[in-house]
């Protein structure tokens, strides 16, 4: 049924639990896992700027490192259970769930797993929900995995 399934990362990593999950349907399901790191960046329509935003030692920078960790450690786990995973992250002037969506619509993903966990609706209107904006713009199937509390 699935083919190839996205796995967008939030800041901190990706839960244990919900790693081993998605890989665990995956196999099942013979599908491969993308995994995807979105960086938003604010274009200021000067070459010198924009790069200052993702070169050595900038946030940007250090975000990608961090992504880039935890990709070798979420395709340990997918080899382990003979899951084929690749892991990719992407500068974009986009918001993060424009281009989850847009990268899904691209690579011919055919379903989006997400970890989510319960926010209050203070919590949702102040830091935004990107989850509920995949949800509702993805052509595809979306899957939230809940994320057990103190995770």
């Known amino acids: 049924m699935y083919r190839k399934i996205l796995l967008p990362l939030e800041t901190g990593g990706m839960p244990e639990a919900v790693a081993r999950h998605v890989i665990a349907l995956a196999a099942a399901h013979g599908a491969a896992i993308s995994g995807l ?46 899951v084929a995973f690749s892991g990719e992250v992407v500068f974009t002037e986009k918001t993060e769930a424009e281009a989850i969506v847009a990268y899904a619509a691209e690579h011919g993903c055919d379903l989006i797993a ?18 509920d904006k995949v949800r509702r713009r993805s052509p595809v199937p979306v899957l939230f995995v809940p994320v057990a509390a103190g995770a």
């Open 114 to 131: 997400m970890p989510t966990r319960p926010r209050g609706a203070l919590s949702r209107w102040l830091m935004g929900n990107v989850e």
């Open 37 to 82: 790191r979105v960086i938003p960046v604010i274009s200021s329509g000067e070459a010198f700027f924009d790069k200052f935003q993702v070169e050595l030692g900038s946030r940007g920078a250090k975000l990608r490192e961090e992504a880039e960790s935890e990709f070798g450690r979420l395709a340990r786990l997918s080899q382990e259970a003979g």
